[in-house]
Nanobody
Framework: QVQLVESGGGLVQAGGSLRLSCAAS????????MGWYRQAPGKQRELVAR???????NYADSVKGRFTISRDNAKNTVYLQMNSLKPEDTGVYYC?????????WGQGTQVTVSS
């Protein structure tokens, strides 16, 4: 089992920045990819950014150039630096870890961007 604990959400004005963190514990060996998903009210959960153990990344088109995902393998922690935030970035952000073809999820952290 893998446990994921997120932190760093909050309320910010448009154009501002936030940094999310997600710490993994438990059976962290063999975790391959970690990432962030978000879910806005009335919408499906969507991928925001993802990073593999080797450092390969991919981003949703809507956040490219504004968000940066990074990972500290020694600390089993993944970060999401969010700059130039927009109201449409509002939602609950969930940390995800993929280990041996099984997905694990954090409890979610709220990000609210006011206009």
């Amino acid at each position: 089992q893998v446990q994921l604990v997120e932190s760093g959400g909050g309320l910010v004005q448009a154009g501002g920045s936030l940094r999310l963190s997600c710490a993994a514990s438990g059976s962290t060996f063999a975790i391959n990819a970690m990432g962030w998903y978000r879910q806005a009210p009335g919408k499906q959960r969507e991928l925001v950014a993802r990073i593999t153990r080797g450092g390969s990344t991919n981003y949703a088109d809507s956040v490219k150039g504004r968000f940066t995902i990074s990972r500290d393998n020694a600390k089993n922690t993944v970060y999401l630096q969010m700059n130039s935030l927009k109201p449409e970035d509002t939602g609950v952000y969930y940390c995800n870890a993929l280990r041996l073809l099984q997905n694990y999820w954090g409890q979610g952290t709220q990000v609210t961007v006011s206009s």
